[in-house]
């Protein structure tokens, strides 16, 4: 596509989306009551249903892209809860994702025309979630006071006197939002070999974000697969997944990593290409699609990539794995993160590995398929709302009265905890590989609580 | 003007074009009137002021972009925007609202999760939008006396889960259940595949609170039923919302079955199916579900949910028996028999409450699996008595192949409650005229053969025009007079249910409407 | 012509043999402003209307309109007698559920008076069974509802508001029923319980119980505290405090299984056998149990849990009560000859949530409710119908 078509001044967004997608949906309205936004508000608009039709309209001429529209489709999770629900196969996510970038194209495009500089990226995308993010050694280094401040007590102290407060409201949130960061670990090395017989060779994918707040998780992941006869290859050159960048409509950055990324898992000796952070295995696992939507003109493709990617649960339910022998005593809460619910369907794997764990209680929870109110960045974007979904959930988790609360993402994972914290409990947010890993080693939970 | 045998057109783009059908003409002016409110009822910045200082205006919506979603429901050839959306969270909001509309002489519908396949969310003529989506508390759950207290808004299927684990369920079951409303299923009583044996809403309603047209705040039966009075209850389920706006329901729970077996029965041939059926429910047996669906959705279903239907079987039986755990065996194996009597190629039992739950998945959302088959699709309603329902299969198929469209079919066999689905590409106009024609004559075929227009999607205002082929001129006024005792000036969902239900200041709508006679 | 004869009181009897001729009874009753009524004149003589009120009976409108009994749904005209239709369902194996007290009611009356009995418990009322009705107004209108198919939602549901109104909206003239099958086995149990304790206890089970009972009657005998029996001529209140009456059925084998759960359930009780002079079985008690209006007998419908407790209050006061447990209605005997039975109940019910009503005094047509008044007027404007 090229760039007069892509920025075209009266852009009309929506108009690259093919339009048997918006026919697809026959407008019966059973993907409502699966919405985490609409189940809140109860407004139409703020509906899987009423934003297709908002874009639909949008793209038939019948509506102007207001304020208020645009409104109702950055309230969106993109959970695509909608999509589990919906009997007729509408691809929700394939909607809103490219029209979220048409508006941001479309918004830069205006302000352009209207002769002042694009205010887009905001300060706040350009150097946070831009510049900050996708970086795992950055991310290291902005996190290093924090963890510093955490262990001095420090941050309680700030929170205490209100000094946090003076922070911009979306700065604190996410210090609102870090984990108990504890001691640094190391980086993962390139290689870690297989324990026992060999039964597969796997990449393990790492992100950016993830590797910063979460070694300990990576580390986990890594014994876990060792222990079920994997060699471990971590390649240095990987990259972040492009998910915010994609999500918030900057194309170009998202290109280059899904090409970075495709190229550093180019061994053809890995069986899989491991993720363990939800949220990044569904990008990695669409990348195709977003290639075809983004680039459809470059010879991009990873196709290959992309099918060798899998969620460590879904793996290691396929490989069989080893028995745990580890007895970990807890009444277990397991939240589905959307990224795998939702996006790659995985459902029963995670919970098929926890009960396999001697002495771990299951409990179902209700409202199992709605979102957190994570979502990626969703929770510095959306905070209102955001917290509304969070303290949701966090009442129905704690009504089964769990010992630990367990979720494959890491962004449902500082949404939990911080949630958790603002609700008064103490129920430690925990991956499923950190317990596996645990009774693997016949470890005690104190090791991690 | 072949009345309104418009079914719930699946998408919704401009089906109005090149067409000569009334009908839809009559759905385009609908939809032009879409572009422009042209009510004659006034909505005066005094007006909205006081709906403000009721719901407060973050629960309000005005402004035509935000307005626009809510012009049509599950039914999407009739469109008409409201001119205000409000969302009460409480009986006394509803009661403020519905007075001040009162006042004002403002037309007003009801809406829950909109998904009517009959229109009847439709805001003829404009007005106020009452969304009961922020009422779904469920109040209070009493097993001893197998009641459940629960406000409109409620998600049909959400009072089943909060009864999970208890031994009782809510029975009525649509299959819309995941999304769609307790108010909503009051007002259109709903059914659904378990119906055969438990019955439909009004089987379960012990009681309704609701605000009159009037702004009343009244309440009819409880959770003792009602005394010696009229049964009001009875009369307000199915009502579609023109006696008021439902704001709580006393409903029974039903105790959980000891025990179910669940089979699939094959066959090589649509009459032996229907022979079937018709031994089943002649040999006594009332299953708790007799289901049929056809080659065409078997299809379709086997491709979206990989359950292993033959796909070279004409048609399969899903039959569930429940009850007793010592008398189960006995009944499946009757049913068995009888199936294998009539003809049936196999007939499988599912061994694990995993394929079963499939098995119903796949059913439930044999609807949703059709886009799998074509672009487009609108689906009936219509009923005959269960004898009837070989001949009109057949009549189904030769009405398929006279017109030149695809018909499949799944349905709730053990009712005789058909629902034909016409597949076709909505682009196409002139197909979309014959699937019109088509629906037409199934629709008048079922009156003719002594059954309904509708079993449980309700009239809305999609069916209107068939209401004097199924009733007398007779029945529709003394239906009027009823209507009157509750919402005497029509202002209560005008244009809905009855050929004449029309409000003060609707003029328009005749205007927009040649040859309908709704509205006055 | 409308047949018309004079009845033992003198009444004069209307008996029209067709729907076209109830409207030229009604034009005329317009007409001339007389009254109209469905009630019969029963043999004990209650219910006897006033010299100017003509009646109607439809005896002459007793036939099947249709039974395609594959459909299981039957169609009749109003005038039939109940106990004739039961007849022909039963050749075809088939039941209208609806327990009936009377062999001379006919199905207009047991529809308008929502007549129901022990078996609502297991089968629901005639709210559950009507499909489809023609009746005729106050201003001679003829008007259906519903229709011939057990499931439609065409137009308001005035089968649901003809249930129960008792002739005060209009008369019925056909009716559609929705069926059952009959039931291969039915098998009646009855259980004693000396202790309210022990019998709340058993129908708490009973509400949770792994059979599936079709009815769930008590009695509970009381004498007036004043007047203890000195002998012991009435050995059934002195003998059975507390009575439970359990009806099952289905295949022979699932009725021996579910007596066994019953046995279970009712533990604390003592099982009651037949000593072969009574006819322990379900129909026989659905029929002669005589649970149901009496003259002068209150209704109580109250909360299942807390039924023990009203009839527990009631005894003290005097009062014998029986009625379907399971449902939480009781029949209150009048056996003190005190008037002011009502008075009790209502004070008792006030406490424990329910409705009290009187067959004869609390007519539908006599609901104070505004909206129950508009209704009458709607139908009924120039008040032809006696209540
Ligand atoms: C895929 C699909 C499958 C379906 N399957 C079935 C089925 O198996 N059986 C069946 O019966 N129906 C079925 N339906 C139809 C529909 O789901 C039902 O009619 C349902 O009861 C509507 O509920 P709702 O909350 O969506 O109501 P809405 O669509 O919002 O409203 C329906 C009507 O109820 C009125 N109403 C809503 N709330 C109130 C209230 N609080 N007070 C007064 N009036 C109110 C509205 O004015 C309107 O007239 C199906 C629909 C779809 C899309
Ligand atoms: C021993 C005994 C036990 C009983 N148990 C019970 C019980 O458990 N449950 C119960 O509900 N009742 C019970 N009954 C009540 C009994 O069935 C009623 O009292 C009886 O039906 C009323 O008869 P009726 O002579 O007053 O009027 P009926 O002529 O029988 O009519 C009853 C009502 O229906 C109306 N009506 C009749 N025909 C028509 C028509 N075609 N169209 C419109 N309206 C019509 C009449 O106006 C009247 O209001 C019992 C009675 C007895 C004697
Ligand atoms: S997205 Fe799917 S479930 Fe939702 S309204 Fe459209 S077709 Fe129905
Ligand atoms: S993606 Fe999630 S938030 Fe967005 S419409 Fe779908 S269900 Fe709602």
Redo the contacts with the bound molecule.
Sequence with gaps: MSESESHPETAAVGQSIPYERFLDCVHCGLCTSACPTYVETGDENDSPRGRIYLMRSVVDGRLDLTDKVQGHLDLCLDCRSCETACPSGVQYGRLIEPFRVDMHQQSAADSTAAGTPPPKPDWFHRWIMYGLFPYRRRMAWALAPARWMQRLKLDRFAQAIGLSRLLPERLRRMQEQLPSLGKSLPPLPDFLPAKGKRRARVGLFIGCVADAMFRRVHWATARVLQENGCDVVIPRAQACCGAIHYHSGASEPAIELIKQNSSAFNDDSLDAIIVNVAGCGAMLKDYSHIAEEIAADSDLDPAKFVSRVKDVSEFLAELEPREPTGPIDAVVAYQDACHLQHAQRIREQPRQLLSMIPGITLQPVAEAELCCGAAGSYNLTQPDMADRLGQRKVAELIKVQPDIIVTGNAGCSLQLQAQLKKAGHTVPVLHPMELLDLSYRNAPLTELV | MPGGASGALAGFSDLTANTESPLFRLAESHMSSAETVTTNCVITAEFLKELAAVVGPARLLSSKDELLVYECDGYVVEKSVPDVVVFPENAAEVVAIVTACGKHRIPFVPRGAGTSLAGGCLPVGGGVMIAMTKMRQIVDINLRDRYAVVEPGVVNVNLTRALAGTGFHYAPDPSSQGACTLGGNVATNSGGPHTLKYGVTVNHVLGVEFVSPQGELIQIGGPCGRGNGFDLPGLFVGSEGTFGVVTKIWVRITRNPAAYRTMLAIFDSVDDTTQAISNIIGAGIVPAALEMMDKGIVAALEQAFHFGFPLDAEAVLLIEVDGLEVAVDAEAETITRLCKDSGAREVRLSQTEKERALLWKCRKQAFGAIGRLSPSYCTQDGVVPRTKVPEILRFIAEVSKRHDIRIVNVFHAGDGNLHPILLFDERNAEQVKRVMLASDEILGKCIDLGGSVTGEHGIGVEKISFMNRLFTDEDLTVMEDVRKAFNPDGRCSPGKLLPTAGACGMEHIEKQHPGRKAAM | MTNSSANDSGQQLLMPASTAEVVELLRAAVGSGSRL??????AAG??SAPDSVRRVD?QKMNEVVDYPARDMTVTVQ??MAVSELTKILAEENQQLPI????PL??V??LV??????PRQYGYGTLRDYVIGIE?VDGQGRIFHAGGRVVKNVAGYDLCRLMVG???SL????QLTFKLKPLPEQTTLRSFRFDDAADFESALTKLNVSAANPVLLDFNFASSPPAQQPTDDSDCVQKDIPYALHIGVEGAPEACSWQIEQLRNDCAGGEEVTSDGSLDLSVDHHCRNA?????DNEVRIRTFPSKLVAVATELGARGYSTQGHAGNGILFVQDRTGDTDVRTVCRDIVSRHGGTVSE?TVDHPAKNPDPLSAKLRSTFDPRSIFTA
């Design positions: 009524s469905t009630n019969r004149v029963t209650t219910n439809l109003a005038g327990d009936e007290f009377d009611l006919s207009g009356a308008a008076g929502d007549i129901a009995g009746a109104s008792r002739g209009g008369i019925l003239t005589g649970y149901g209006w009496q067959w």
